[in-house]
């Protein structure tokens, strides 16, 4: 992959693989001579003269003034995710909706018109659907497969698109670089959240795409453990995006920040295990009698596998697959699994299972759940780095759970 960021002084590091990256491609900012980072849990930082100072205060994303303006710890982080994703820049959030609030919040203005997709991730369905008509940004909402409405939905005013590839409950995709090519010489902006893919699986910038979100709290973190967010992009929109953040306020604390730098140590060896599992898995649960159908990009069967094999390297940790027998047969099955944990998220090392209709009763009636795309048989599996024998057995065991 290409790395944009520079390891200033280390010879040959923006030829780095990710594995290489992931391990040193922060070690120019080491400000001391331990090998493992400290942790900077200071709010506020010393300078040594008044002009010092002036120079802190007034420089952009310095990383040693105030710990809502920047942290060293943030700035490791932000150096390799930069590196993963190929941006000149990277932005480190609290949550991965902190970065994608506080990006689409610093980008538009009333009188905007944007473009979003008919399935986000559900709260970036409420920011663009429900938040910024409030603040006067209109926005339109299209159907992610179908280019033409996508390129019939661009108006004058149209600021920019917005994007996530693969997408909920039946892991459809966006053609990226199809989007980037509406978009570019319209001037509008582009923003994907990457989250289900990872920059190993997916480079959405490498296919033109401006500004690339994700949920950190998934795969970079990948232990379960935090909640985080990140934005990779220029120099100029990382500026643009900071000076918002600083109002808004979505301010990760180093601990997590700390968290998070460890996390991305193991990233290219987890998610390779995690490739492997959720296509060997979904291979799997295709051939099993009391399963209806599976939905995996990794999938000759996925009705987008031609794109999916040209703008992704691997196919991820999320797999959907419907049980045969309704509501009832797919409730029995999930509680019968008793490796796979029962519980929302993905990209962990932990495999993870959700009844996806149990998880909206409460918020949702079933034409909206219908409206949604959410069959009553859903499940969602983030596959985790258990040992895959083990994983079907578990699974096996739970499809023949007695009624
Ligand atoms: C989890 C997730 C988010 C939100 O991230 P948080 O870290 O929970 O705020 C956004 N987009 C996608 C695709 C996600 O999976």
């Not at 390799?80 to 609030?101: C, D, F, N, Q």
Request: hydrophobic share 45%; aromatic share 6%.
């Amino acid at each position: 992959m290409q790395h944009a960021a520079p390891a200033e002084n280390i010879p040959d590091s923006q030829n780095w693989h990710d594995e290489t990256a992931v391990l040193h491609g922060d070690a120019w900012l080491a400000a001391d001579t331990s090998v493992t980072p400290p942790i900077h849990y200071s709010t506020t930082f010393r300078a040594d003269s008044a002009n010092a100072f002036a120079e802190m205060a007034n420089t952009p994303r310095h990383p040693g003034f105030y710990t809502r303006y920047g942290n060293p710890v943030h700035q490791r982080v932000e150096a390799i995710l930069a590196s993963l994703e190929g941006t000149e820049a990277a932005l480190l959030t609290a949550s991965g909706m902190g970065a994608i609030s506080t990006t689409i919040l610093a980008l538009v203005e009333r009188g905007d018109h944007v473009i979003a997709q008919q399935r986000h991730y559900m709260s970036t369905s409420k920011l663009f659907e429900e938040v910024l008509p409030r603040f006067g940004v209109e926005s339109t909402i299209v159907d992610q497969t179908d280019l033409d409405a996508m390129a019939a939905a661009i108006r004058p005013n149209t600021r920019l698109i917005m994007v996530e590839t693969p997408v909920n409950p039946t892991l459809s995709l966006t053609d990226l670089q199809a989007v980037a090519q509406l978009a570019r010489p319209k001037g509008i902006i582009t923003v994907a959240d990457n989250t289900f893919a990872s920059p190993l699986n997916q480079q959405p910038h490498a296919l033109g795409i401006d500004i690339v979100l994700h949920s950190a709290t998934k795969y970079f973190g990948g232990h379960h453990d935090i909640t985080a967010g990140a934005v990779c992009c220029s120099k100029a929109h990382a500026e643009k995006i900071w000076s918002m953040h600083t109002t808004l306020g979505s301010v990760l604390s180093p601990m997590d920040a700390w968290l998070l730098l460890r996390g991305l140590r193991t990233l290219p060896l987890r998610l390779e295990r995690i490739n492997a599992n959720a296509l060997a898995l979904a291979q799997w649960l295709e051939t099993q009698p009391q399963i209806e159908r599976v939905f995996y990009p990794g999938l000759e069967s996925h009705p987008q596998h031609d794109l999916a094999r040209r703008q992704m390297r691997g196919f991820g940790a999320v797999i959907a697959f419907s049980v045969k027998g309704g509501f009832e047969a797919t409730s029995r099955f999930v509680s019968s699994l008793r490796l796979a944990t029962h519980a929302v998220s993905l990209g962990g090392v932990e495999t993870l299972a959700v009844h996806t209709a149990a998880m909206w009763a409460g918020t949702m009636n079933e034409a909206q759940m219908a409206a949604a795309g959410i069959e009553p048989n859903f499940v969602r599996m983030s596959v985790g780095v258990e040992h895959i024998d083990d994983l079907k057995a578990d699974m096996a065991r739970a499809l023949n759970a007695p009624a």
